[in-house]
């Protein structure tokens, strides 16, 4: 899978010569981020590194039982302290975002801070100047399928506890919906085989991580889908969409909506699904695709995201009902110019 072999060098000698190490994932950390980051944070606590995880926001409550999870620096609740340990670290690692800019309120901090950084991410386009060391795989399903193969090729993986690797697994899950999507490649499956060696119960996994759900999160998932959810057959596509004063009604909470755009794609005939949340002055977008459908094109052209063939983001700062107008229309001009 890694071809750059000097990165993968370099990213061993900066983490050998480090002791203080922040890791930071990207703003509204999901399953991806948050496990490759307290993956790697027990890893590095294993090699008697202090390692600390610093997110810029807070992160979806199911996922509170992963193993670090409760020492987490949030940001947004303790700019100081998040502060000060990236200030006094000697090397940050940025996981599962390839530009700055996604770390949103925590960016101003890296942008005139001079600490080495390593970015281990899986999206395309990595951004120019993210990270001295940027080790970018877009074939990989998962930042944390790539960070298992980093570690391993960098001679780490003797340091992946059972705790660890329940970590990276739960990414590899959550961004392939379960092997769902993105998870073509053999190597996926023999990353999953390797971190099963080591004693991860992936039926507790699996249940932690979709089937926990709140009542709310139920409430408002049946009320999506029985009252906005939308089907244009002309266009094989069918998109759900949920306004902020909806959210407030269900008592929403990080993470309530996550899978909620894969639920369009099971309607036969469907090949393009999207889940659109209103939130404050803006829109946010999933996109899901089967086939060869490129959300990822799609959002990058017409909503400021990107992302991979078959699951993308994006956004939007019009109004809920005009961003609707907007995919629709643009949704037509795209699969006319396929």
């Known amino acids: 899978m890694i071809k750059d072999k000097a990165a993968i060098n370099s990213f061993k000698s900066y983490v050998n010569n480090a002791q203080r190490v922040v890791i930071v994932p990207h703003n509204n950390p999901d399953g991806d981020a948050l496990g490759a980051a307290l993956g790697l944070c027990s890893v590095l606590k294993n090699m008697h590194k202090e390692a600390v995880v610093v997110s810029p926001n807070a992160f979806p409550d199911f996922l509170m039982w992963m193993h670090g999870a409760d020492q987490v620096v949030i940001f947004e609740r303790n700019r100081k302290k998040a502060k000060q340990l990236i200030a006094e670290a000697d090397l940050a690692l940025l996981v599962d975002f390839n530009a700055l800019s996604r770390m949103k309120n925590m960016q101003h901090i890296f942008d005139g801070d001079d600490t080495p950084r390593v970015m281990i991410d899986h999206h395309p386009y990595p951004e120019a100047g993210t990270a001295q060391i940027q080790i ?6 998962s930042t944390c399928e790539l960070l298992y ?15 660890a690797a329940e970590c990276i697994y739960s990414g590899i899950m959550t961004d392939t919906g379960s092997l769902n999507y993105n998870s073509n490649r053999p190597e996926t499956y023999l990353t999953v085989a390797e971190l099963l060696r080591m004693g991860i119960d992936k039926d507790r996994i699996h249940h932690m991580i979709f089937h ?6 139920m409430r408002l998932l049946g009320h999506a889908l029985g009252e906005k959810m939308v089907l244009i057959p002309e266009l094989k596509a069918a998109y759900i969409y949920l306004s902020n004063d909806e959210l407030l009604r269900f008592n929403f909470k990080p993470g309530d909506t996550e899978g909620f755009v894969n639920q369009a794609l099971w309607i036969e ?3 393009v699904s999207a889940l659109f949340t209103e939130k404050d002055d803006m829109v946010k977008i999933s996109f899901r695709s089967r086939g060869e459908f490129p959300v990822n094109r799609f959002s990058e052209k017409y909503f400021n995201g990107g992302g991979h063939l078959n699951a993308a983001g994006g956004e939007s700062r019009l109004p809920l009902q005009e961003t609707l107008k907007r995919f629709h229309s643009k949704l037509k001009d795209f699969r006319s110019d396929l």
């Open 149 to 163: 193969n980093v570690l391993d090729v960098a001679g780490f993986a003797g340091h992946i506890t059972k705790e």
């Open 212 to 217: 926990n759900n709140s009542f709310d999160r």
């Open 269 to 271: 005939g469907v090949d």
């Open 136 to 141: 970018s795989v877009p074939e990989a399903s």
